[in-house]
């Protein structure tokens, strides 16, 4: 017999899974990621580098800043061409406003009804309104920032090779500033509800990552390894998934913001690393629902970050200035950590400046072989200890652990 979850809940994208019983044992359980396969890699194919990362931008409306700086990552490093400190801090500041917005939905609108025993953010609201709010406060400035770098809430054209269509103005920055401090005691006062979430899930014995906190270039893992991504990780399709499936030296992994603290935690602003210490034995267990703590603490992180760059930035002054950008045939990789983690756009670019090559790997594609041992892990433990409905329902935060983006990761197979 079989358990079908007909479609994940509060999650992006549609998606279910079937969990397969035998003589009343958990015997497999399959993800299925059956939203409508992309094509984007194909879509580039031809196309003038120029155009690409706007392009790439409408691979997500969640993370599409994520996807436009792995982007001109990818064609900047396949031409050679190398931007100052302003053009990556802005860059950064604009990925650390995805991470705002991003981790705010996920963890107060998502994630906490679970936690206070709701079905829903709306219901929730009637006695925890004050949480609800905060979240909402915290997601709008996540999008404030989005808007002022990347041009748009969503699906921006301002992230160019090179620099920006258009920088931000001194009282962008300003107000930056200022609400990213003000923001700290909304953020701070979560972390406690996600410190006391259950364990759930697999226990993660790899974690992959960038090598820069936000962007890298190359990947590193827990067993020490830096690399880029075709030399250790092996991507396989599989008939009932549009998504693909990746293992690292053949064993499952997971990225993801768990990883990102475990590989990178001396990274961390001040007192995010603080509160990381504080938390890192409970981190260290590795169940995959610690990925809500991490994101939380994570978004201390990026409003401490965003503080510092926008603080930088005002005291050096806004140049302004693009870097001029030569095609060439070349070839190159955009690592970066997206709100889920690890992103992958690689590019082959022939002399005149057109994409002849494109593979673009996204985080839920990364854990999609990790949600899949997760949900076999807990189905294993509850299996035939509560009802139906409440099985399907603890199953369901296995899932939302992960904040999965699938539409993200649904792409063509084969080119």
Do not use: W
């Not at 790997?361 to 892990?377: D, G, K, R, V, Y």
Request: proline share 4%; charged share 25%.
């Amino acid at each position: 017999m079989s358990i079908e979850i007909d479609a994940f809940t509060r999650v992006e994208g549609n998606g279910g899974a079937e969990i397969i019983v035998e003589n009343g044992e958990v015997k497999e359980v399959r993800v299925k990621i059956f939203e409508g396969p992309r094509f984007f890699e194909l879509l580039t194919l031809g196309r003038h580098y120029y155009d690409v990362p706007d392009l790439e931008a409408r691979i997500c409306a969640i993370c599409y800043l994520s996807h436009s700086v792995a982007s001109v990552l990818g064609i900047e490093r396949a031409f050679g061409v190398e931007v100052p400190r302003e053009i990556m801090l802005l860059r950064e500041l604009a990925l650390i406003g995805e991470f705002l917005e991003s981790h705010a939905l996920h963890l107060y609108l998502l994630v906490a009804p679970d936690l206070f025993g709701y079905a829903d953010a709306i219901r929730m609201a009637s006695k925890h309104g004050e949480v609800v709010k905060e979240g909402l406060t915290i997601k709008a400035f996540g999008n404030y920032i989005r808007e002022t770098i990347g041009g748009r809430e969503i699906h921006g054209i301002n992230i160019k090779p090179g620099g920006f269509g258009r920088y931000p103005s001194v009282e962008e920055l300003e107000r930056i500033e200022r609400n990213s401090e003000a923001l700290l005691t909304f953020a701070k006062r979560v972390i406690g509800i996600f410190a006391s979430q259950e364990p759930l899930g697999a226990r993660v014995n790899h974690h992959v990552a960038t090598d820069g906190y936000l962007y890298g270039s190359r990947l590193i893992a827990s067993d020490g390894e830096s690399f880029d991504y075709f030399e250790h990780i092996e991507e396989k399709s599989l008939p009932y998934s549009f998504a693909k499936q990746s293992l690292y030296k053949g064993e499952v992994f997971m990225v993801g913001a768990l990883p990102r603290l475990m590989l990178k935690g001396e990274k961390l602003t001040p007192l995010a690393k603080r509160l990381f210490e504080e938390h890192r034995e409970k981190l260290s267990k590795g169940y995959v629902s610690l990925n809500n703590l991490a994101q939380a603490i994570e978004l201390i992180y990026a409003l401490e970050r965003a503080g510092e760059i926008a603080k930088e930035l005002l005291d050096s002054g806004i140049k302004g200035e693009n870097i001029p950008v030569e095609p060439r045939e070349g070839e190159g990789i955009g690592y970066v950590e997206a709100p889920r983690g690890v992103l992958v756009h690689h590019y082959r670019i022939d002399e005149k400046g057109n994409i002849a090559y494109s593979n673009i790997i996204t985080p839920t594609a990364f854990n999609h072989a990790m949600m899949e041992l997760s949900l076999f892990t807990e189905a294993g433990k509850r299996y035939g200890e509560m009802s139906e409905a409440e099985f399907v329902q603890k199953l369901e935060e296995v899932v939302r652990a992960f904040d999965p983006c699938i539409s993200c990761s649904v792409h063509i197979v084969k080119l």
